[in-house]
């Protein structure tokens, strides 16, 4: 009898160690309307926050599963995340330096010209290479929401450098570069910006 009482109190002991260990992984798991929500464009980074190789590649793999135009693939990105790569890339970034001075990591985004939008080397309507920018901004979009289900944060820049950013990385000319996306952690709490109303921005037939 007390072998039994034994066994099963041990079986009860690890259901309810089994249901704690269930409950806490659930507090883990974001929702997708939850990124959505909280992401934003962060001009203020935790400079005591670092972010390695491996959670970088974790984030840029999630690129890869967004759609392009006959599946080209024509995004490419160029990490500077030692210290003395990305403090000469917060000089190639214009206004945008100050912001991001304490982002660990910043990318640069390009797209091969001449793949999207293109069959057998014509171009196939009146967009052309704009399909190939049009790829790039999903592929953008991915690692923007990717990073903030990881806990990151990130700012798209449109102000950049392109030729020294070109000389620097050794870009290829075929490759057009896009922006550079800083990655960190925030320092505070952004507001969010206004949203039109749908109304003005949807129409249905």
């Known amino acids: 009898m007390k072998k039994v009482f034994i066994l099963g109190a041990f079986a009860a002991l690890l259901a309810v160690t089994g249901c704690n260990e269930k409950q806490e992984v659930s507090k883990d798991v974001v929702s ?15 400079a005591s ?4 190789e491996a959670e970088v590649r ?5 690129t890869q599963e967004a759609p392009s135009w006959a599946n080209q693939q024509p995004t490419k990105y160029y ?29 640069v985004s390009t797209f091969e010209r001449g793949k999207s939008g293109f069959f057998q080397g014509n ?5 052309g290479d704009g399909w190939g920018a049009y790829d790039n901004g999903l592929s953008n979009c991915y690692l923007i ?14 102000m950049r450098d392109a030729d020294e950013l070109r000389k620097f990385f050794d870009i290829p000319e075929n490759e057009t570069v896009m922006a550079v996306i800083s990655l960190g952690y925030r320092a505070g709490e952004p507001n969010r910006p206004e949203r039109r109303p749908l109304d003005e921005i949807v129409r249905f037939y």
């Open 79 to 107: 990490v500077a995340i030692t210290p003395e790569k990305v403090a000469a890339v917060q000089d190639m970034v214009g206004g945008n330096k100050e912001r991001i001075k304490d982002a660990p990591v910043l990318i």
């Open 32 to 46: 997708f309307d939850e990124v959505l929500t909280s992401r934003r464009s962060v001009r203020s980074y935790d």
């Open 58 to 62: 974790e984030l840029l793999t999630s």
């Open 123 to 127: 171009q196939t309507n009146e967009v």
């Open 145 to 158: 929401l990717k990073a903030r289900a990881m806990g990151f944060d990130t700012l798209i820049m449109g």
């Open 49 to 52: 926050k670092k972010i390695s």
